[in-house]
Nanobody, 124 residues
Framework: LVQLAESGGGSVQAGGSLRLSCAASGDPFSTYCMGWFRQAPGKEREGVAVISPYSGLPTSTSSVKGSFTISRDNDKNTLYLQINTLKSVDADRYYC?????????????????WGRGTQVTASS
């Protein structure tokens, strides 16, 4: 199993940038599809972006394409999410997740291992 710990959340002015990190430990990080998801209070968790194991092919959802970038450093066992041009609707709790079964898409039910999340807020 892999253990995940997010960091990098905080308060950012609308239009600003932020980079979230997810440190992984345990099983070989490079073998997992990794993803970022977010959840607002009272709403369902939704996919943001995923990145394939080994080759690191990214897939972003249409709501963040062009402003969010997912990346991974397999040598550092770390997943990243670069958030640019933050909007108020992007202010959620962000979670990283790992999927080791071969599926790699921003679908919540595909992912079995989750971090505790990091909060992103937008200030005006």
């Amino acid at each position: 199993l892999v253990q995940l710990a997010e960091s990098g959340g905080g308060s950012v002015q609308a239009g600003g940038s932020l980079r979230l990190s997810c440190a992984a430990s345990g099983d070989p990080f490079s073998t997992y599809c990794m993803g970022w998801f977010r959840q607002a209070p009272g709403k369902e968790r939704e996919g943001v972006a995923v990145i394939s194991p080994y080759s690191g092919l990214p897939t972003s959802t249409s709501s963040v394409k062009g402003s969010f970038t997912i990346s991974r450093d397999n040598d550092k066992n770390t997943l990243y999410l670069q958030i640019n041009t933050l909007k108020s609707v992007d202010a959620d709790r962000y979670y990283c997740a790992a999927e080791g079964g071969g599926r790699c898409a921003p679908v919540v039910r595909y992912f079995g291992t989750w971090g505790r999340g990091t909060q992103v807020t937008a200030s005006s």
